[in-house]
């Protein structure tokens, strides 16, 4: 039996590569145990061990190397796995998705008794974006985020927060876009799911068509012998909310949420703010141990300690047990949506801690690199490999042809499944998503926007995009026979504005544009993009600043760029400049 050394905590990918299987094959061990976790989320020895033996390895602890400087005085705090001696029940966490005009924020107010949408409510439990909810002797926490995009974006940085997802879908007007995308985000987080089938009270209310369309989407109700639970209910009478609480807590037993309340506090931030009076304000759910005031703690890279904090009523609060969401004052900056925060045992140990995770992330610690089409052929061999795809098409009738396309690929090694499939560009919450379902993005006629390529380069997501249908298919083709040669990819350069019409004797019109992001380079490709759309796409004929040719102009600086035989742009029009690289596989 092999034998390897392993950290008293590591993440998902690095143990994959220990144990010489693919950070998949981790990923599902670790659901028998309960426990989904990304493939950048940490393991604890212990938890490491327990795995070994499923893939025929020995486990030894590795002994820690002698170091100074910042980092050596900077030990992560101990999260050893908690004793079962120790584990008690906490409350679950609940978070409501669902279509924008279907109910979520009415459901939400006839659960927590409040009038939030109708403004007549305190605005703290709006603002902390998550409440506590008794019922029946029970607690539960319900997590109100401004939809699934939040809840992805939390899922793809490895923060596993939520034990049931409740989807809410109005009786009369079914499934809508919005609705598959919530469906799509919570298959991805593998959170388990409830419907309520809201607006009961109307008259074409028509529940057995929700359940039917349901069905098409492979989410059988109990009714019709599956595993789905549906709760008819209004949100505007009160009518099913009683029975959809009592599901909610019976799905939740099922996972027997518990946690060590004794420990020092950890959980994840759910929302965070600027206070002009109070400074950076996050809302943070306690997930395990308890949170006290004067508690030293870091935040991602960031260390504070709790000056203030406040549950979900505004009630100043001097301890926060598992599952309890409270407001936090007292850090120096403001944290992301899903980042960590762990109590250390000082504060001399929280910035030297913080000071540890600055260094990593900036450092000599290379970024998580998520797997790419071009990875798909090393993922181990006698294995079955999945390959998850986001897609995307300028028009319904390209998307159709495409996902034929795709479904058609027949191989006994390679699972191919789609994750999430719509019309449009390429946003941020696409690849929020394919980061958390560790997808990739693929693109047809559409190319992702600004923001959706800032995710995308932080989260390390592959995103392709084509113009031909059998190019896509030839790459996957490659990728599925291990024979993924280098190819070419447009890689984000620059954007600039067309500010003015410039006529130049012999050539026509150049446009006169500021650089507003990055660089504009001579020969590059150039999209014209008017009010969002695209209308032209072509190469850069000439750069000019002023009356000299150059190779290329920066951001903040004015230029003329000859589009060629395009004339027919606009002031107004935005320039997304991009240039070709070669990409090895």
């Known amino acids: 039996m ?50 070994a033996e499923q893939f025929g390895v020995e486990v030894v602890r590795e002994q820690p190397a002698a170091v100074t400087g910042v980092a050596a005085a900077a030990p992560a705090p101990d999260r050893s796995p908690e004793s079962t001696a120790a584990l008690r029940p906490r409350p679950p ?83 809508m876009p919005q609705t598959d995308e919530a469906i799509q985000h919570a298959r991805a987080a593998g959170v388990p799911l409830i419907v309520a089938i809201n607006k009961m009270d109307l008259e074409d209310a028509n529940p057995d068509r929700v359940k039917q369309q349901l069905t098409e989407r492979q989410l059988v109700v109990e009714e019709y012998g599956g595993d789905v639970v549906a709760v008819p209910v209004s949100a505007r009478t009160g009518m099913g909310i009683p029975h959809l609480l009592e599901m909610i807590l019976l799905v939740a037993d099922l996972h027997e949420p518990r946690a060590d309340p004794d420990r020092p506090a950890a959980g994840t931030v759910i929302d965070a703010h600027l206070d002009r009076g109070r400074g950076p304000l996050a809302t943070v759910l306690v997930q395990s141990g308890t949170l006290r005031l004067q508690d030293h703690l870091v935040v991602g890279a960031v260390a504070g300690r709790v000056r203030a904090m406040v549950d979900d009523h505004g ?65 181990g061999q006698g294995t079955v490999r999945d390959l998850d795809l986001v897609v995307k098409a300028d028009t319904h009738g390209a998307l159709e042809a495409l996902r034929g396309v795709l479904l058609r690929f027949s191989d006994p090694a390679v699972r191919l499944g789609i994750v999430l499939e719509g019309v449009g560009p ?17 693109g047809f006629n559409v190319r992702p926007d600004a923001p959706a390529r800032q995710v995308a380069d932080r989260e390390r997501v592959d995103v392709r995009t084509y113009d031909v249908v059998y190019h896509l298919t030839e790459d996957i083709e490659r990728a599925i026979r291990g024979l993924h040669e280098p190819t070419f990819e447009e890689i984000f350069s620059g954007r600039a504005e067309v500010r003015a019409r410039i006529r130049v004797p012999k050539t026509g019109f150049v446009a006169g544009s500021h650089v507003v992001l990055g660089k504009v380079v001579r020969d590059a490709v150039v999209t014209v993009r008017r009010d969002g759309r695209e209308i032209h796409r072509g190469r850069i004929a000439s750069l000019r600043r002023f009356k000299d040719d150059v190779r290329e102009v920066s951001e903040g600086y004015d230029c003329g760029i000859d589009l060629g035989d395009y004339q027919d742009f606009e002031v107004g029009d935005v320039l997304e400049v991009s240039v070709v690289q070669q990409r090895n596989a």
């Open 426 to 442: 390429i946003t941020e919450d696409d690849v929020n998503l394919a980061a958390a379902a560790q997808a990739i993005v693929v």
């Open 315 to 379: 009630r100043p609060q001097r301890a926060a047990g598992p599952s309890m969401p409270v407001e936090v004052a007292g850090l120096p900056a403001i944290p992301r949506a899903g980042d960590r925060f762990e109590v250390m045992a000082n504060e001399r140990a929280a910035r030297a801690r913080a000071e540890a995770l600055r260094l990593a992330e900036g450092g000599s610690a290379a970024p998580v690199r998520r797997a790419g089409l071009a990875d798909l052929s090393r993922q």
């Open 2 to 51: 092999k034998q390897v050394a392993l950290p008293a905590r590591l993440t998902v990918k690095e143990l994959g590569l220990a144990f010489g299987v693919a950070p998949a094959e981790v990923s599902k061990a670790l659901l028998q145990l309960r426990i989904l976790a990304s493939i950048n989320q940490n393991v604890e020895f212990d938890t490491a061990r327990l795995l």
């Open 93 to 175: 966490v609940v978070t409501v998705l669902g279509h924008v005009d279907h109910g979520k924020t009415s459901l939400l107010d006839a659960i927590r008794h409040t009038d939030v949408a109708a403004g007549e409510a305190g605005g703290i439990t709006q603002r902390i974006g998550a409440t506590t909810v008794e019922w029946e002797g029970r607690t539960l926490t319900v997590i109100d985020t401004p939809g699934h995009e939040a809840f992805t974006a939390m899922r793809a940085r490895g923060a596993n927060v939520t034990d049931v997802a409740v989807l809410v879908v109005a009786a009369n007007d079914g499934i």
